[in-house]
């Protein structure tokens, strides 16, 4: 086990964060999860944290739009690892305000923190979006950046801050890029929930938006360990360092891998409201993922179609326990 380390997540109510969460304090770490204040007193995913895991960290609410809010929560902390975001790309065309506050004030919050208190390390967290539709394949970091959503626009905005703090401060800071995560917890406005909860809902027609497009999908387990593996490395610093499966493959494949793994005959249907502007949809995208493995000592362990048929059933299995299943609404899209 790598030594011991007091790491700040932000964003750890969310899909990603709630599971990394997990892992730290599996790892042996001090974890403080920082969550978006509300006043339910919801702790999001990390509510229904594993057994072993509820009461084996500190939760302090609040909101990553407030600087000293953020740099409260960051005191005493050696590590931060910042996924803390507005990440729906439709409600980015409706909101694209909100996406810059949170987005990047929020991460400008987390780096000025960080510097001001002298924080050991910063993993900042990117998006396969900011690369657009790919030029060229597999995408490697040196891809041109092509902001083709308010999203995409407000991280691209984000990581070049993050980069800037290094060159200008000093402060070490390196950003993981994860192309498509996908698994347990994750919203419905992602494309893979939303096929399984329509199907387990007993649904045969489902709506979607375009399936001619390709993804990397990368399992959640997969991600999650990016981040810590680049929680213990003393490489990468200024650099953004993609963390994606190394394997294409359409958004059409996924669904009929999906119908074929649940036992449906479905039929899709293409919903309007569902599909991006035209010039907003990115096509392509595939990572070149040899930097994680050079620097972080990172590989997916869910690779190829094989992996992505175990992480598929994995993540059927959890959305189809009727607990689970009750979370999402089927027959709502999800912006």
Excluded at 125 to 137: P, Q
Excluded at 184 to 206: E, F, Y
Excluded at 234 to 245: E, F, K, T
Aim: with cysteine; hydrophobic share 40%.
């Amino acid at each position: 086990m790598t030594t011991p380390q007091t790491i700040l997540v932000t964003g750890a109510d969310g899909f990603i964060g709630s599971h990394l969460t997990e892992a730290l304090v599996r790892a042996g770490h001090q974890v403080k999860a920082f969550v978006w204040y509300n006043s339910f007193n919801s702790w999001g995913w990390l509510d229904s944290c594993a057994d072993e895991v509820k009461g084996h960290f500190e939760v302090v609410s609040g909101d990553i739009r407030d600087p000293y809010c953020v740099k409260q929560a960051m005191v005493g902390c050696h590590t931060v690892l910042h996924l803390a975001a507005l990440i729906a790309i439709p409600y980015s065309y409706q909101s694209p305000d909100a996406y810059v506050d949170t987005n990047v004030k929020g991460t400008l919050n987390v780096l000025q923190a960080a510097r001001e208190l002298g924080v050991q390390r910063v993993v900042h967290t990117s998006t396969s979006e900011v690369y657009g539709t790919a030029r060229f394949v597999p995408i490697t970091e040196d891809h041109p950046l092509q902001g083709q959503s308010p999203y995409s626009a407000t991280k691209i905005g984000a990581d070049q801050l993050a980069y800037s703090f290094f060159t200008s401060f000093g402060l070490p800071v390196v950003t993981l890029r994860p192309f498509n995560t996908y698994g347990p917890r994750q919203s419905a406005r992602a494309v893979i929930p939303t096929v399984i909860t329509q199907i387990a809902s007993g649904k045969n027609q489902i709506l979607l938006g375009d399936t001619a497009p390709t993804r990397d999908f990368n399992f959640i387990e997969d991600t999650v360990a990016a981040f810590v593996a680049a929680c213990s490395s003393h490489s990468g610093a200024g650099q953004v360092i993609n963390v994606g499966s190394n394997f294409e493959v359409s958004i059409r494949t996924v669904v009929t891998l999906i119908a074929e793994a649940m036992g449906a005959n479905i039929e899709v249907v293409q919903d309007p409201q569902r599909l991006r502007p035209e010039q907003s949809e990115v096509e392509r995208l595939w990572a070149d993922n040899t930097k994680a493995l050079e620097l972080l000592g990172w590989s997916p362990n869910y690779a190829g179609i094989e992996g992505l048929k175990r992480g598929l059933a994995k993540t059927i299995a959890w959305f189809s326990q009727p607990e689970h299943l009750r979370r999402y609404k089927a027959d709502i899209f999800n912006t």
